[in-house]
């Protein structure tokens, strides 16, 4: 059974930095691409990055772009998200996803999820 463990988030100022880590288990990852997807209080989840098995490919929303670096190691089956210069629009419960389809990624979907993890930045 997959499971998507997240970690990292918390309580930050604007301007700060987080990085979030996703480690993953009960699968074969080294060929799915894995990617972020954040949902703040009363909206829908959407998609913030994403990244191909090889490391080689990666997206991002136009919203975190120039901010936000996502990057994997095989070797720990773990993906993770670098968040610099944050805003208090970021501010969101922060899910990692995984799926054999970068594309489906990209839309905010995924058959594999994590429980999330909440990042808050204050003004």
């Known amino acids: 059974q997959v499971q998507l463990v997240e970690s990292g988030g918390g309580l930050v100022q604007a301007g700060g930095s987080l990085r979030l880590s996703c480690a993953a288990s009960?699968?074969?990852?080294?060929?799915?691409?894995m990617g972020w997807i954040r949902q703040a209080p009363g909206k829908e989840r959407r998609f913030v990055a994403a990244?191909?098995?090889?490391?080689?490919?990666?997206y991002y929303a136009d919203s975190v772009k120039g901010r936000f670096t996502i990057s994997r190691d095989n070797a720990k089956n773990t993906v993770y998200l670098q968040m610099d210069s944050l805003l208090p629009e970021d501010t969101a419960v922060y899910y990692c996803?995984?799926?054999?389809?970068?594309?489906?990624?990209?839309?905010?979907?995924?058959?594999?999820w994590g429980q999330g993890t909440q990042v808050t930045v204050s003004s």
């Open positions: 996803a995984v799926d054999s389809i970068m594309n489906k990624l990209r839309v905010g979907v995924s058959d594999y």
């Open positions: 009960g699968g074969t990852f080294s060929s799915a691409a």
């Open positions: 990244i191909s098995w090889s490391g080689g490919t990666t």
